[in-house]
């Protein structure tokens, strides 16, 4: 089927600009000169019109012209001369650069006459970037398709479609009924020989810069040549039936001359296809230029009024309002007209400026917080190093009444450090009130607190003290997850989910709390007054008698700190309740041994505690160890915790749990005596004793001896 060319691409509904804007045929007191409809027209068309030199009248006045160029001699010979009236009208287009396509249709028939021909033909020869008119089509009659109002030349309908194959121009239903395509033509089958013998039509329509038209995959053509083509081709081929005597070679002749006829079409067709585009490309650079221009009119004004180019650039105008900027492109912008149109674009304008102000005001509150960060920061430097992971985030500072002053203060003028040097005196003040506050908040949440006040403060260096923080436990932070007392929460007050979310603080935890109160209690301690110091002192060695162990599987020996951890985690349903076993000393040292240094020291999350050298780059433990003892401080023998510190983050690495098995449970007495010694399976330690020691028949007691793992526990009694 064709498509409709008033829908789609080209069709002039889906543009805001009016096809009349480069439509050239129209009244042209509507339309100023210099429109894009001179564009489509190409003046250089007309002015490629020769005449010779005008012969005056005794009044002054031109009588007629003689032809310069007239070699039609079908028409007329060389001494026939231009009736004086069409001259003048033709003159009076080429020298105001009036197109001919702006001339009143009372003048055209004028232009009709065979007095012209020439002259038609000299104008397309003039200018090679025009197509000339298909065989059998004259010049006046091409300049018309060209250049003429697009309307229906059967019922007058507009949004017609050019057929540049046989000069005429159809409206959709027009075409519908006098066109037809191979797949819809069904009285022609899609391989009979009479399609490559019908010109097909080359249909096109432009829409200032938009242009579309029928592929070769869908290539329409007139109902009647089909009809007429198959006709000839049956007449043919019956008389080549009936062997009729030159039939064969008329037929030939036929084809061939039907086949130079379709080729020349398709040639012809390439030619248009090219100027369609150029003129589309003309259109659309000069129609960008007109409105370009307009719109730079229309910036200068709204700087006039205190805006900038780049709201102007930026804002989106609504189509109401850039409707009227294409139609008047070509008109001037005087205060009146501005006047008018301001109401429609300013409000788009409007809204920019304010995103603008916005965003700077933005930006200019960014850059003041980070003006007082820097000012906490180098007062940070200043404290002493084993304090800075017990300091307030940054955000705290930031929303105090001393710095939010600053912060927001209504002008435009920067923030600097020297205005910030008054407030900066309140920061020890301020940091000192916010850990009374954090302190008293962590300390009201523990069951001893419950019903004192003010609470004890004391309670936060208890085993039990535990607490989480929720957004770590729904993350892969795992440190967040069990804080036990005040030395472990306060580092991570600083974790930045606490500044908006899970009601900014941490939370109690009262499965580390349980956990916490059964492990004190298996040591045999008080849980209201054992220190979370005292049970890291002991270094003991726990298991968890919830877990499932057997003579095959191994379990987890863990420091009491990851027992709390792990019956944290582990909310099903084997660990409602925590039981724990304790390892004897031989097993703890086996376990200790086999565990290895703790890997936090491998860190970078070190530095001095006598300078705030390491203050922006920390360093490894082991590295600052070596570093310290060569330090300007003249200590021989470094020690953690009061010459070197670690700086306790929110992602402080984990120790791995050490594997455990309950049949290693031998101690080889015949290698040498250690603080930590090996514990075998009873397979292994015959082995062992057999090939290192060359014993072959070891006796227990003397040569290796059975030892108590568990030294106490809630485990229950083995099967």
Same mark, same amino acid.
């Given at each position: ?74 028409? *007329? ?94 409206? /959709? ?61 049956? *007449? ?58 307009? /719109? ?36 001037? %912008?005087?205060?009146?007209? %501005? ?51 017990? *300091? ?86 795992? &440190? ?76 987890? &020996? ?21 039981? %724990? ?18 890997? /936090?020291? /491998? ?11 390491? %203050? ?42 050490? &594997? ?51 030294? *106490? ?7």
């Amino acid at each position: 089927m064709l498509r409709d060319p008033s829908v789609g691409p080209g069709s002039g509904k889906i543009d805001d600009t009016p096809f009349s804007a480069v439509q050239p045929v129209h009244d042209t007191a509507t339309e100023p000169s210099g429109s894009a409809g001179d564009a489509r027209v190409d003046m250089d068309f007309l002015l490629a019109y020769q005449f010779a030199p005008i012969t005056p009248s005794s009044s002054g006045e031109p009588t007629e012209v003689r032809k310069n160029v007239f070699t039609d001699d079908d028409h *007329q010979d060389e001494n026939e001369v231009v009736p004086s009236a069409n001259f003048m009208t033709v003159w009076t287009l080429i020298t105001t650069k009036r197109s001919l396509a702006r001339a009143k249709r009372a003048q055209m028939p004028s232009l009709e006459g065979p007095g012209f021909v020439p002259t038609w033909a000299a104008a397309f020869h003039g200018n090679e970037s025009l197509p000339n008119p298909p065989a059998g089509i004259s010049y006046h009659k091409w300049a018309d398709v060209l250049f003429g109002r697009l309307n229906c030349e059967t019922c007058g309908a507009a949004f017609a479609v050019i057929d540049f194959t046989f000069a005429e121009r159809r409206c /959709y239903d027009c075409a519908e009924k006098a066109l037809t395509t191979m797949d819809d033509f069904e009285a022609c089958a899609p391989e009979s020989i009479a399609w490559t013998l019908i010109k097909p039509c080359y249909l096109s329509v432009l829409f200032r810069s938009n242009f579309y038209h029928f592929t070769p995959d869908n290539e329409a053509f007139r109902i009647a040549d089909i009809t007429e083509t198959m006709e000839l081709v049956r *007449q043919y081929e019956r008389k080549i039936a009936d062997s009729e005597e030159g039939a064969k070679e008329a037929y030939d002749a036929f084809k061939s001359s039907r086949l130079a006829m379709v080729q020349s079409a398709a040639e012809h067709k390439e030619v248009c296809d090219e100027w369609i585009k150029q003129i589309s490309e003309d259109i659309d650079s000069d129609y960008q230029a007109a409105y370009d221009k307009s /719109y730079n009119q229309i910036t200068r004004y709204f700087i006039r009024d205190s805006y900038i180019r780049a709201d102007v650039s930026q804002a989106s105008f609504p189509t109401d309002a850039t409707t009227i900027i294409k139609a008047s492109r070509h008109r001037r %912008w005087t205060k009146s007209r %501005w006047n008018r149109i301001k109401p429609l674009l300013e409000p788009a304008v409007s809204q920019i400026r304010e995103e603008r102000v916005r965003a700077e005001r933005l930006a200019l509150i960014d850059a003041r917080e980070k003006i007082v960060r820097d000012v906490f920061s180098k007062f940070k430097e200043s404290t002493l190093p084993a304090t800075w992971s017990y *300091q307030p985030p940054a955000y705290t500072i930031l929303g105090s009444e001393h710095f939010r002053g600053l912060i927001n203060d209504p002008s435009d003028l920067p923030l600097t450090a020297e205005k910030c040097s008054e407030a900066a005196e309140h920061l020890p003040q301020l940091v000192e009130q916010w850990t009374r506050e954090k302190m008293c908040q962590l300390a009201s949440f523990l069951p001893s607190n419950a019903s004192v006040d003010p609470p004890n403060l004391f309670d936060l260096d208890l085993a039990t003290s535990v607490f989480h923080c929720l957004g770590s436990a729904r993350s892969s932070i795992k &440190a967040g997850r069990c804080l036990i007392g005040w030395d472990g929460a306060a580092p991570h007050l600083r974790c930045g989910a606490l500044q908006n979310y899970w009601d900014r603080r941490l939370h109690f935890c009262q499965r580390g709390f349980d956990a916490a109160k059964a492990l004190v209690e298996l040591l045999e301690l008080d849980p209201a007054t054992t220190l979370a110091r005292d049970v890291d002192f002991a270094d003991h060695r726990f298991l968890c008698a919830n877990c499932p162990s057997s003579e095959s599987k191994w379990t987890k &020996a863990m420091l009491w700190r990851d027992c709390v951890l792990h019956f944290i985690e582990s909310e099903d349903d084997s660990h409602t309740v925590p039981r %724990w076993a304790l390892l004897s000393p031989v097993a703890r040292d086996d376990v200790k041994r086999r565990g290895g240094a703790d890997p /936090y020291v /491998y860190d970078s999350d070190w530095c001095c505690n006598h300078c705030p050298a390491h %203050w922006e780059t920390s360093v490894i433990g082991l590295v600052l160890f070596a570093i310290a003892r060569n330090c300007n401080h003249e200590i021989g023998h470094p020690v953690e915790g009061l010459d070197f510190i670690y700086f306790v983050s929110t992602g402080r690495k984990m120790r791995q749990p050490v &594997a455990f098995s309950e049949i290693a449970e031998y101690l080889c007495h015949e290698c040498p005596s250690r603080k930590a010694r090996r514990l075998y399976p009873l397979i292994s330690l015959l082995r062992h004793l057999q090939d290192k020691h060359t014993i072959r028949a070891p006796v227990e007691g003397k040569n290796y001896k059975k030892v108590q793992l568990v030294l *106490q526990s809630t485990l229950p009694p083995r099967s």
